[in-house]
């Protein structure tokens, strides 16, 4: 069965994004951006949020074209527009088969087991605002969290004050440190 993988990048200090959304201190840099081509290519879909989608969308389907783009973004961004993408939301309409987009305007726990049950790759969450509705329905079996060497100091935490999710074990399964002070803590649910 399929698992369903919440990855993410954050600071030391627990944020995702600044005060504006930005991210621009996350510290990916080729080693890192490799390492995600790896992981992305076992990828059986990517679940997320209209905005984080349109955010990639805004960037990846023609990112190979930057004539000073990397291998590895020319790589990663191939992989990006071939991966089968999940998009919750009520009002993005994608076209018809657009970077192999499917549109779902909510997430139904009932149809989110079925998605396991298919053949594939695991399932990613991009966005916390999309891993804390997968958390309240116990949905999330694996955590890749990427700590950046960095303190942001406000914006956008990965997980939302005030939301609870007492009793949920994790176990340790992996970490790695890359040449930038980048960590990988990599935990799933315990679920015996």
């Known amino acids: 069965m399929r698992k369903i993988v919440f990855m993410m990048g ?4 627990g944020y995702m994004e600044g005060p504006d959304r930005e991210i621009d201190w996350h510290r990916v ?3 890192l951006l490799q390492h995600m081509n790896v992981v992305s290519r076992t990828f059986g879909g990517i679940l997320s949020g209209r905005v984080t989608h349109e955010l990639m969308a805004g960037y990846w389907p023609t990112a190979d074209q930057d ?6 973004t020319v790589e ?3 992989i990006w527009r071939e991966v089968p993408k ?6 993005l309409k994608p076209g018809p088969g657009e970077w192999h987009t ?3 305007p909510e997430v139904a726990p009932e149809a989110i087991r079925a998605l396991k049950e298919q053949p594939g790759g695991d399932l990613v969450i991009d966005g916390a605002n999309l891993a804390t509705t997968f958390l309240e329905h116990d949905l999330v079996d694996e955590f890749r969290v990427y700590v950046h060497p960095v303190l942001v100091g406000t914006g ?6 005030g939301k609870t ?4 074990p994790l176990r340790l399964i992996e970490t790695h440190t890359f040449g930038n002070g980048v960590v990988l803590l990599r935990h799933e649910r315990d679920r015996g």
Do not use: K, Q, Y
């Not at 999940?86 to 009002?91: A, D, L």
């Open 156 to 161: 956008n935490r990965m997980f939302h004050p």
């Open 67 to 72: 004539p000073e783009a990397s291998p590895t």
């Open 86 to 91: 999940i998009v919750f939301s009520r009002t």
């Open 165 to 168: 999710f007492a009793d949920r």
């Open 29 to 31: 840099d080729e080693e």
């Open 10 to 13: 954050i600071s030391l200090d």
């Open 102 to 104: 499917t549109v779902m």
């Open 76 to 78: 990663f961004a191939g």
